[in-house]
């Protein structure tokens, strides 16, 4: 680098203090002050590693680049007025209503993959992204990640390193901005890059240690890591956090507040500059690798009575879906032979990845398969799903296409006991922004849901169940997305099930009220969100009272999605749900304890009719 270079090099850094200053000055919010520490770090990276053709934010041959400190958004938008990508209007918008600059990072803007600011989770995607294109885009692009040093902390953060450096993910590279504070204070290890690099190198990383406002190193550091063989690159370089105005530099208390004397800073920092960069576009091939496929989906079909699982008919189902489908890969959290993903990993190995038991890690990588236009489905039990569920929140909010499937769900898992069963899923994932809830009772209609997910937007969770259960539709059968099926019909009250209650709900029906003289409609509400607001509604009316049955906590589940549709419907529904914390038992003696039986159906239909009739 000659003397020009780096003269172009601290102005640019300047202009992108500057502009982050001005930003957050307009917003009167945000995060200057952690923006302006990894201004060289930034100011390198776009001008002289970076490859990217701005022009062409879909060129799938593109570098990506992911602040996973979100926080420093002003700096991002920043790089993108130097390269043409935003005005400096615009850029003054930040934080306004209507702009596209938001807070923190989300894909409205060009070149952003995925939503940030939930700290540690913009590292664990950018591994997601290296895999892509190691494995599937088979494409010589880089990952780049900017990380802080407070984020550090996260968990997710070392489930990043533990899985890159396993893999051996050369394409990757982390940047880690040591400023030394954090937001109420010191960080941990404060400026001890030795203590980091020695954690992070125990995973397999080559580490650099530089000094972060030195664009001679930054430049060196950049180059080794593109160059790197065998290991991803980890960058650890020492900052100060407002670096250059006196007013913040180093300064606690400073974390997340605009500059209280901005054009004081702006003089400091040497005036407005109005600099660009010619970012280089990538030079090697741009069409991604394509998967043979048949084009032609031959879904297993299962004859009505015989017993099989759900989860059993969602792994021959996608493994199906994925000869069907080239773009179509699978993500386990190292249950596969519980979950019955193995089906899918036998079948397509290449489009298999193994993530261990890190949730958030699996969930992640989807998320970063998916920006690059591959349909992921990622397999797990229900209950360890909750430990990702802040990422699959960050999904939603980056507008992710994401297949999530939850096997042994319930207390219907039997003697595992409550550690084991998914009791909070449906609560959980109905609350997701966009999301859609499936909840199959039979391979059939399991294998078709699983291929209708493929096609649909926005997160999609399928809860399946571990235990073999009758297979009461036919292989023709179809299942729309929002709605219903009626298994029976009675004018006397109606029963809503899914899954595993929709076989204890027929027996009641069948069994038990046909003995007492009562007939009951009884509805499969496989689609629990959306669910079909209309039918029950017109189920409501013809028979006057619902019961809703479902092995799941009360609160969240399918007894409050039917309240919900029926808020304007003035009749009685009683909710059948697992209320007390199980314990070790039979698959039966635990639908019996929780009350969600065909012996307890019956019995709230009893009472229900008994209080319609007088």
Same mark, same amino acid.
């Given at each position: 680098?000659?003397?020009?270079?780096?003269?172009?090099?601290?102005?640019?850094?300047?202009?992108?203090?500057?502009?982050?200053?001005?930003?957050?000055?307009?917003?009167?919010?945000?995060?200057?002050?952690?923006?302006?520490?990894?201004?060289?770090?930034?100011?390198?990276?776009?001008?002289?590693?970076?490859?990217?053709?701005?022009?062409?934010?879909?060129?799938?041959?593109?570098?990506?680049?992911?602040?996973?400190?979100?926080?420093?958004?002003?700096?991002?938008?920043?790089?993108?007025?130097?390269?043409?990508?935003?005005?400096?209007?615009?850029?003054?918008?930040?934080?306004?209503?209507?702009?596209?600059?938001?807070?923190?990072?989300?894909? =409205?803007?060009?070149?952003?993959?995925?939503?940030?600011?939930?700290?540690?989770?913009?590292?664990?995607?950018?591994?997601?992204?290296?895999?892509?294109?190691?494995?599937?885009?088979?494409?010589?692009?880089?990952?780049?990640?900017?990380?802080?040093?407070?984020?550090?902390?996260?968990?997710?953060?070392?489930?990043?390193?533990?899985?890159?450096?396993?893999?051996?993910?050369?394409?990757?590279?982390?940047?880690?901005?040591?400023?030394?504070?954090?937001?109420?204070?010191?960080?941990?290890?404060?400026?001890?890059?030795?203590?980091?690099? =020695?954690?992070?190198?125990?995973?397999?990383?080559?580490?650099?240690?530089?000094?972060?406002?030195?664009?001679?190193? +930054?430049?060196?550091?950049?180059?080794?890591? =593109?160059?790197?063989?065998?290991?991803?690159?980890?960058?650890?370089?020492?900052?100060?956090?407002?670096?250059?105005?006196?007013?913040?530099?180093?300064?606690?208390?400073?974390?997340?507040?605009?500059?209280?004397?901005?054009?004081?800073?702006?003089?400091?920092?040497?005036?407005?500059?109005?600099?660009?960069?010619?970012?280089?576009?990538?030079?090697?091939?741009?069409?991604?690798?394509?998967?043979?496929?048949?084009?032609?989906?031959?879904?297993?079909?299962?004859?009505?009575?015989?017993?099989?699982?759900?989860?059993?008919?969602?792994?021959?189902?996608?493994?199906?879906?994925?000869?069907?489908?080239?773009?179509?890969?699978?993500?386990?959290?190292?249950?596969?032979?519980?979950?019955?993903?193995?089906?899918?990993?036998?079948?397509?190995?290449?489009?298999?990845?193994?993530?261990?038991?890190?949730?958030?890690?699996?969930?992640?990588?989807?998320?970063?398969?998916?920006?690059?236009?591959?349909?992921?489905?990622?397999?797990?039990?229900?209950?360890?799903?909750?430990?990702?569920?802040?990422?699959?929140?960050?999904?939603? +909010?980056?507008?992710?296409?994401?297949?999530?499937?939850?096997?042994?769900?319930?207390?219907?898992?039997?003697?595992?006991?409550?550690?084991?069963?998914?009791?909070?899923?449906?609560?959980?994932?109905?609350?997701?922004?966009?999301?859609?809830?499936?909840?199959?009772?039979?391979?059939?209609?399991?294998?078709?849901?699983?291929?209708?997910?493929?096609?649909?937007?926005?997160?999609?969770?399928?809860?399946?169940?571990?235990?073999?259960?009758?297979?009461?539709?036919?292989?023709?059968?179809?299942?729309?997305?929002?709605?219903?099926?009626?298994?029976?019909?009675?004018?006397?009250?109606? +029963?809503?099930?899914?899954?595993?209650?929709?076989?204890?709900?027929?027996?009641?029906?069948?069994?038990?009220?046909?003995?007492?003289?009562?007939?009951?409609?009884?509805?499969?509400?496989?689609?629990?969100?959306?669910?079909?607001?209309?039918?029950?509604?017109?189920?409501?009316?013809?028979?006057?009272?619902?019961?809703?049955?479902?092995?799941?906590?009360?609160?969240?589940?399918?007894?409050?999605?039917?309240?919900?549709?029926?808020?304007?419907?003035?009749?009685?529904?009683?909710?059948?749900?697992?209320?007390?914390?199980?314990?070790?038992?039979?698959?039966?003696?635990?639908?019996?304890?929780?009350?969600?039986?065909?012996?307890?159906?019956?019995?709230?239909?009893?009472?229900?009719?008994?209080?319609?009739?007088?």
């Amino acid at each position: 680098m000659d003397e020009r270079d780096y003269r172009f090099l601290c102005d640019l850094a300047a202009q992108l203090r500057v502009d982050s200053v001005r930003a957050s000055a307009a917003a009167d919010s945000g995060h200057p002050t952690s923006s302006m520490s990894a201004a060289e770090l930034m100011a390198v990276l776009l001008a002289r590693h970076l490859r990217l053709d701005p022009r062409d934010p879909a060129n799938p041959a593109n570098d990506h680049l992911i602040f996973s400190k979100g926080h420093a958004s002003p700096l991002l938008y920043s790089m993108v007025k130097a390269a043409g990508v935003v005005t400096d209007d615009e850029l003054l918008t930040f934080r306004r209503h209507g702009s596209r600059l938001e807070g923190h990072p989300t894909p =409205r803007l060009p070149f952003v993959d995925v939503a940030t600011g939930s700290l540690g989770f913009g590292l664990p995607v950018g591994v997601g992204l290296a895999l892509t294109g190691r494995k599937l885009d088979r494409l010589p692009y880089h990952v780049w990640v900017l990380c802080g040093d407070s984020e550090l902390a996260e968990g997710s953060i070392w489930e990043a390193f533990e899985h890159a450096g396993h893999e051996g993910l050369t394409n990757l590279t982390v940047i880690v901005d040591v400023n030394r504070l954090g937001q109420r204070g010191p960080t941990r290890h404060g400026w001890d890059l030795s203590a980091y690099a =020695r954690r992070i190198s125990a995973f397999g990383w080559h580490t650099i240690e530089i000094d972060g406002h030195d664009p001679g190193e +930054i430049d060196y550091a950049l180059a080794d890591a =593109r160059g790197a063989r065998r290991r991803p690159t980890a960058v650890l370089a020492r900052t100060s956090k407002g670096y250059g105005v006196s007013e913040v530099e180093d300064r606690e208390g400073k974390h997340g507040k605009p500059i209280k004397d901005p054009e004081q800073a702006i003089i400091e920092l040497g005036g407005p500059r109005d600099l660009t960069v010619d970012v280089r576009p990538p030079t090697g091939p741009r069409d991604p690798y394509d998967f043979v496929a048949t084009g032609t989906l031959d879904l297993p079909a299962y004859e009505m009575g015989e017993k099989v699982a759900t989860r059993q008919a969602f792994g021959e189902a996608l493994a199906a879906l994925g000869a069907a489908c080239g773009d179509v890969v699978a993500l386990d959290g190292e249950v596969a032979d519980s979950t019955k993903l193995d089906a899918f990993a036998k079948a397509h190995p290449e489009r298999f990845f193994e993530c261990y038991i890190a949730e958030q890690q699996m969930v992640a990588a989807a998320i970063g398969m998916q920006a690059r236009g591959w349909r992921p489905y990622a397999a797990t039990f229900a209950a360890f799903l909750t430990r990702a569920y802040d990422f699959v929140r960050m999904a939603a +909010i980056s507008r992710a296409d994401l297949c999530l499937v939850g096997s042994h769900a319930g207390v219907s898992i039997g003697e595992d006991g409550p550690s084991q069963m998914g009791l909070e899923d449906l609560a959980a994932f109905r609350a997701v922004h966009g999301s859609t809830v499936l909840y199959p009772c039979d391979a059939n209609q399991t294998a078709r849901l699983v291929a209708d997910m493929a096609g649909l937007g926005g997160i999609r969770y399928l809860r399946t169940t571990r235990g073999g259960t009758p297979v009461v539709y036919g292989a023709d059968e179809r299942f729309p997305i929002g709605g219903s099926k009626v298994l029976r019909t009675g004018g006397q009250a109606t +029963i809503v099930a899914a899954g595993i209650t929709v076989h204890e709900a027929l027996a009641a029906a069948d069994d038990l009220l046909d003995e007492d003289g009562i007939a009951v409609t009884v509805i499969d509400a496989y689609s629990v969100k959306p669910i079909d607001v209309e039918r029950l509604r017109i189920a409501a009316a013809d028979t006057g009272g619902i019961v809703t049955v479902e092995d799941h906590w009360p609160e969240g589940g399918l007894g409050d999605a039917v309240l919900a549709a029926l808020a304007t419907s003035p009749v009685p529904v009683v909710k059948l749900a697992v209320s007390a914390l199980p314990g070790s038992a039979t698959p039966q003696e635990q639908l019996e304890d929780a009350g969600i039986d065909r012996h307890a159906i019956r019995l709230a239909v009893q009472d229900l009719v008994k209080r319609a009739t007088g």
